[in-house]
């Protein structure tokens, strides 16, 4: 069963996010993350990162393990 989140700010290392997705807390692991909307926060404010850019990976690949810890906490 896959549960909807809304994470309205989460700041790492790499930059500011607002992240939106479906998680399934039955497993509990960074596959278990389905980001379906991600922003992160520019000079005027949010910008939309689109999945279907090469370069924006990094940042799914880079946050989904602290995205992790918190949707655990």
């Known amino acids: 069963m ?3 989140f809304t994470i309205n700010r989460i700041t790492t290392s790499f930059g500011i996010f ?3 997705g ?3 807390t039955q497993y509990e692991n960074i596959d ?3 980001i379906t909307s ?3 926060m520019g000079t005027d404010g949010w910008v939309r ?3 279907q850019y ?3 990976a990094q940042y ?3 946050l989904l393990p602290a995205l992790l810890l918190h949707l655990k906490a």
Do not use: P
């Open 38 to 40: 991600l922003q992160i």
């Open 60 to 62: 799914i690949e880079t």
């Open 18 to 20: 607002r992240v939106k």
């Open 49 to 51: 990162i689109s999945h």
């Open 32 to 34: 278990s993350v389905e």
């Open 22 to 24: 479906l998680w399934c």
């Open 54 to 56: 090469e370069e924006n």
């Open 2 to 4: 896959k549960t909807s």
